[in-house]
């Protein structure tokens, strides 16, 4: 088990062949990967977050995309640990006796470090890749020269087979965990000896340094997981839950997070501090991708990659009713102004209205070829826009069902669409960078917007109707004259992705919202930055306004939502942690937000 190394993502490989990934987050299962034959003993991520490493007792390490979830390619011969050196560049695989470094990114076999008289169990490299520690079956650990291969010394002392070792992280200390049911630590420089850790009932299987350096984490087979103090050896806590072995430890990047991963087939995540549980990752969870609150506010859609749209109530947070009839994910969900059709877009090519008093099907809009990622009604209701990743737009008669036209010109997927105040034109975002602006009477194509040098991922209509901003994987927000299609000005100063885009209900002002952790207010006419929020642990990927202006509110990654006091700058409150992405939006009295990934926590304030 390993943690990405922006800690947003947990990698688990099990005795069931597949290596699965899950979002830290939410705790949400994001991708299985499958090729292995035999069990995986071993996962590891590359330096760059990239790429993933997992070993398996077919023996072979696959390297996966870690986007993707493709495979990249197969070194076969080895394998029960692996361990990316920091460049990125090397890989080093133990097995029987052995240590293979291999270079990572051509497959080919670099050297072999031979000297221990038993099998290797694990392998780790040294903060600044100079040194590689193994140890095995014969209870020693192993340093070695990584450049040359040369042994550089031998660390006797452990009773039984050393099954698991990590390095400080500053590189001084060298932790040891064993089958005699001790944790060792050694002077990585001298070799010496520098304290046993004892507690545990059974053999220790994993041993993980905090960030910081001053605890270490011991998984065992006695069912728990120990902190220990560093500097002193003292117990700290005692992580009991698991109902079998706990085989892998790992810390999240920032510290306050432990995860561990049991022969009880699952994975519990700890807060570090106080040692409570967070959440236990079991079974199958599938991301929800999109929610949506009825024009009333009293009923929120959630579209699942379980193929699947959830009705909830806004109130007490009960399930209402299970949407059932997509053959593929449910990207995108939107209401009719009037609250009583509900449209969802899907992977498997179509379109579904939904009546959502009864939650019958009405019917299917069929045509596109390729998912289907956005849908936005006219705002008279009467007319459907969906934006697909066959790189066109559709318009469909809301009642009919009959597709009206195809809107073609885009060269990529079209991630977003927006209709115009008055419903005459709609705003289609790509991933080819543009946005192109539409005729929605005539389906002539009125300009294109090109200036963005990544996809475009948001697109939003000032209130009157005049601007259309955009947000790219740029990290950028331009601002157009709808009419003219002149690029009005470039807002720039946000550090990643621009995820969500919204204007102040007088148009004055505009908020972003990035993957740089903060949210941005600019001045609308001069383009000037007027304030940066800060707060948020994490990608922010929802901004609303309260419908006065005074109000804005921020949903994100690390499952909170701020208020913030838009005149001033200053965060007003945090209201809550769910265990979701926060997405929210305002009704005419208060703020309603849901955890969209688990799609059953709502609040109201």
Known sequence: MAWSPDGRTLASGSGDSTVKLWDATSGNLLRTLSGHVEGVRSVAWSPDGRTLASGSE??????????SGNLLRTLSGHVISVAWSPDGRTLALGDRGTVKLWDATSG?????LSGHASWVSSVAWSPDGRTLASDGGDNTVKLWDATSGNLLRTLSGHASWVRSVAWSPDGRTLASGSWDNTVKLWDATSGNLLRTLSGHAEGVRSVAWSPDGRTLASGSEDNTVKLWDATSGNLLRTLSGHAEDVWSVAWNSDG????????????????????????????????????????????????????????????????????????????????????????????????????????????????????????????DGRTLASGSWDNTVKLWDATSGNLLRTFSGHVEDVWSVAWSPDGRTLAAGSEDNTVKLW???????????????????????????????????????????????????????????????AWSPDGRTLASGSGDSTVKLWDATSGNLLRTLSGHASWVISVAWSPDGRTLASGNTDNTVKLWDATSGNLERTSLALPGNVWLTYLPDRLLYSASQDGDALAAV
């Not at 077919?58 to 986007?67: G, M, P, R």
């Not at 963005?452 to 004259?481: E, F, M, Q, Y």
């Open 58 to 67: 077919d023996n072979t390490v696959k390297l996966w995309d870690a986007t």
């Open 108 to 112: 080919n076999l670099l050297r072999t």
């Open 256 to 379: 306050r997070t432990l995860a561990s991963g049991s022969g009880d087939s699952t994975v519990k995540l700890w807060d570090a501090t106080s040692g409570n549980l967070l959440r236990t990752l079991s079974g199958h969870v599938s991301r929800v991708s999109s929610v949506a609150w009825s024009p009333d506010g009293r009923t929120l859609a959630s579209g699942s990659e379980d193929n699947t749209v959830k009705l909830w109530d806004a109130t007490s947070g009960n399930l209402l009713r299970t949407l059932s009839g997509h053959a593929s994910w449910v990207g995108l969900v939107a209401w009719s102004p009037d609250g009583r059709t509900l449209a969802s877009g899907s992977g498997d090519n179509t379109v579904k209205l939904w009546d959502a008093t009864s939650g019958n099907l009405l019917r299917t809009l069929s045509g596109h070829v390729e998912g289907v990622r956005s849908v936005a009604w006219s705002p």
């Open 439 to 501: 005729d929605a009477t005539s389906g002539n194509l009125l300009r294109t917007l090109s200036g963005h040098a990544s996809w475009v991922i948001s697109v939003a209509w000032s209130p009157d109707g005049r601007t259309l901003a955009a947000g790219s994987g740029d990290n950028t927000v331009k601002l157009w004259d709808a009419t003219s299609g002149n690029l009005l000005r470039t807002l720039s100063g946000h550090a990643d992705k621009v995820w969500s885009v």
